[in-house]
C-alpha cells in the first residue's frame, strides 16, 4: 500500500509555469505506475498525463501534450507534473494515483491509491 501528498500548487498567472509534485511512502514506489488527473470547475475528472512503473513510459492527454510534462524520481519516491504555457481554464485541483504493476490508464477508476489533491489556479 502507498500513501500519496501531493504538493506545490498555487497561484499563477496565465501564461505562467509551475511544477507540482506528489511524494509517496514506501519502499515499494517503483512499482506504480503514477498518474496526473485534474478536476476543473464544473466538469468530470480527466486524466492529464501517466508513467509506468517499468520503463518510465510517459503519455500525455492531448490537450497538454507539448506543455506538460511528467517524470518520476524514484530515488525520491516523487512523481512531478511539470506545467507551462497554463492557462485560465485549467485551473483545477490536480490529484495524483497510483495502480500497482499496472500500465497507464486514462480512466480514474484503475488506479487504486489517491493523494488529496493540490489546488492550482491560473489568474487571467
Known amino acids: 500500500q502507498v500513501q500519496l501528498v501531493e504538493s506545490g500548487g498555487g497561484l499563477v498567472q496565465a501564461g505562467g509555469s509551475l511544477r507540482v509534485s506528489c511524494a509517496a511512502s514506501?519502499?515499494?514506489?517503483?512499482?506504480?505506475?503514477m498518474g496526473w488527473f485534474r478536476q476543473i470547475p464544473g466538469k468530470d475528472r480527466e486524466f492529464v498525463a501517466g508513467?509506468?512503473?517499468?520503463?518510465?513510459?510517459?503519455y500525455h492527454a492531448d490537450s497538454v501534450k507539448c506543455r506538460f510534462t511528467i517524470s518520476r524520481d524514484n530515488a525520491k519516491n516523487t512523481v512531478y507534473l511539470q506545467m507551462n504555457s497554463l492557462n485560465p481554464g485549467e485551473t483545477a485541483v490536480y490529484y495524483c494515483?497510483?495502480?500497482?504493476?499496472?500500465?497507464?490508464?486514462?480512466?480514474?477508476?484503475?488506479?487504486?491509491?489517491w493523494g488529496q489533491g493540490t489546488q492550482v489556479t491560473v489568474s487571467s
Open positions: 508513467i509506468s512503473w517499468i520503463g518510465g513510459i510517459t
Open positions: 494515483a497510483g495502480r500497482y504493476l499496472g500500465n497507464v490508464a486514462s480512466q480514474g477508476h484503475e488506479y487504486a491509491y
Open positions: 514506501g519502499r515499494t514506489f517503483s512499482s506504480y505506475t
